[in-house]
């Protein structure tokens, strides 16, 4: 079946201006993850969606970003007055249920430049 | 908390011979441990993965890991390399409810004739 979808593939914005980011998790997964991964800091986490519970908000490094997450589905990662430094790939996963041991499967990714 | 710590940023083989990636990790609970790899411009695949069953785990493409609670460490091997093994490499860990993965910083797996 389809694998998880990102788009756009490759974004270049302003510094300052507002970008969203959008995630179609594997039909039927109920967990729904963000990720970064950039130069200097590698992978990291920022965000996670289970079924109807809050979010898991501790990974976004600033409140100008944000996320949400419609019908249990879609995704949609949004960055608010872009900095130089939001310049990174952002990954996009899903698992069946979210437990501990599931396997995430990731998107290939949007890539940021922020000029 | 939990950390992961991969020994080597970079790894030189040749075609045929052994390949080792090194990865110690930290973990407050039981814990589940991925490989997961990465080719230039691709997404993330996962090779193999832990769960507290079988401590050797055998992946895809001939790889496999070995668990070892003692030496908190689950080290990647392939008894012999090939050229499209060439990539990055990432040490994962996923512990407790969260189950939001920690990576190590990676390890570029290069393979020459």
């Not at chain 2, 083989?13 to 490989?35: D, I, K």
């Amino acid at each position: 079946g389809a694998g998880v979808s990102q788009s756009p593939s490759n974004k270049v914005t302003e510094k300052g201006k507002d970008v969203e980011l959008r995630c179609d998790p594997i039909s039927g997964h109920t967990a729904l993850y963000w990720y970064r991964q950039s130069l200097g800091q590698g992978l990291e986490f920022l965000i996670y969606f289970q079924g109807n519970s809050a979010p898991d908000k501790s990974g976004l490094p600033s409140d100008r970003f944000s996320a949400e997450r419609t019908g249990g589905s879609v995704s949609t990662l949004t960055i608010q007055r872009t900095q130089q430094e939001d310049s990174a790939v952002y990954l996009c996963a899903s698992s069946l249920e979210g437990a501990q041991e599931e396997t995430q499967y990731f998107g290939p990714g949007t890539r940021l430049l922020v000029l | 908390a939990q950390s992961v710590t991969q020994l080597d940023s970079h790894v030189s083989v040749s075609e045929g011979t052994p390949v080792l990636l090194r990865c110690n990790y930290s973990s407050s609970y039981s814990p589940s441990l991925f490989w997961y790899v990465q080719h230039p411009n691709k997404g993330l695949q996962l090779l193999l993965k832990y769960t507290s069953a079988a401590t050797l785990v055998k992946g895809i493409n001939g790889f496999e890991a070995e668990f070892k609670k003692s030496e908190t460490s689950f080290h990647l091997t392939k008894p012999s390399a090939h050229m499209s093994d060439a990539a990055e490499y990432f040490c994962v860990v996923s512990t407790g409810t969260a189950s939001k993965l920690t990576f190590g910083t990676g390890t570029r797996l290069q393979v020459t004739l």
